[in-house]
């Protein structure tokens, strides 16, 4: 049976009717059942998902990427909109809680701003999840593995020096030990689905490789977070997308618009927008 992978929600649309477009990530997994990983922002994922004529009842489960509001903020409404009086399975890190902040550059007093899930653990639980925490290379269904916790070199640190979490002690670096991304085995072949790659997209690739046993990828569909990377990480990650002779790279939502058109010309038909309402079949 083929996957079918849509994309919910996104910074841009895709198709020529009522979507909205929101700075954010969702895609639906669609093979046996319905597997939702992330909810955007909130604004256009209830509307998203009646234009592109997918019912809610349907997800069978919710994997959270990490607990940024631009991948977490639909999940109250989302919850609030079924029919169902059963729990909803929702699979994340346990960092997915943790306080975090983003650190604004702005002339003067740079501005604190919250960027974490929007409600608390037992609010989403009276509203209907079931969390299940889940850490390092773990088996969801039997096409859907998720990973976290990616190995990575010695003093590792996030090039988007924005990033935080709020501690007792105050603000440190996020270590992003929640960027949890997703290998869909599919009739294509394996396909991996990144949030943001906060964690970095070559170490969550070599990771699944090394966890799965997979030495090539057929797809690779997420944000990428490479807008304020390093000119040498940019080049490492055409490069190990080649080494894994990944066939489609459909990158969106925090990539960015200047390496987005880098991979469109170094991949040509290999690549793809992966834009609100985008859907990819395997």
Known sequence: MKTRITVICENSVH???PLIAEHGLSML???DDATLFDTG???GFINNMKMLGKNIDTVERLIL???????????FSFL???NKNAKLPVYLHEDAFID??????VPGNPIEAPIGMRASKSDYESAGAEFNTVSGFFGVTGSIAAISDIKRP???KTWDSRLKQKTEAGLIDDPFRDDLSLLVETDSGPVVLLGCAHAGIVEILDDLAASSGHSEFHAVIGGTHLESAPEEYVVRTIETLKKYN????????CTGFRVACRFASEFRERFANASAGAVFEF
């Open 154 to 156: 010695e003093g590792w």
């Open 15 to 17: 198709v020529p009717f």
């Open 65 to 75: 990427s990490h607990g940024h509001y631009d991948h977490t903020g639909g999940l």
């Open 246 to 253: 990944v066939k489609k790279i459909a990158a969106s939502h």
């Open 41 to 43: 922002q909130g604004l």
């Open 80 to 82: 609030q909109n079924r």
């Open 100 to 105: 975090k902040r983003a650190l604004i550059p």
């Open 29 to 31: 997994i669609e093979k």
